[in-house]
Nanobody
């Protein structure tokens, strides 16, 4: 299984950005997708997750109401729509995949990880 994130970049506070995560090497709909981020000098933290069907989603407290997680099981792609971005959102964003389709906010639940994409929001 291989995960590839894209869509990161440098944006201004208040802007929006959409990250994508493409899974290859297996059937996408068999996997839950999680999004995590690692701010500079800090530990990795949970951002959002979505189960295999898309009917169950979870969000970290710091992004609730601003970020939306979704997926397209036909396109084998997960998405993280980020709005009202703040400087505190600056981080490397990772997508992760867990077999059996159950979502979680616990990092070790996910066996497969992408390389990450940088999101920078200057203060």
């Amino acid at each position: 299984v291989h995960l590839a994130e894209s869509g990161g970049g440098l944006v201004q506070a208040g802007d929006s950005l959409r990250l994508s995560c493409v899974l290859s090497g297996d059937t996408f709909s068999h996997y839950a997708i999680g999004w995590f981020r690692q701010p500079p000098g800090k530990e990795r933290e949970f951002v959002a997750s979505i189960n295999w069907s898309g009917y169950e989603t979870r969000y970290g407290d710091s992004v609730k109401g601003r970020f939306t997680v979704s997926r397209d099981n036909v396109e084998n792609t997960g998405y993280l729509q980020m709005s009202s971005l703040k400087s505190d959102d600056t981080a490397v964003y990772f997508c992760a995949a867990a077999e059996w389709g159950l979502s979680s906010d616990y990092g070790p639940h996910y066996a497969h990880w992408g390389q990450g994409t940088q999101v920078t929001v200057p203060s």
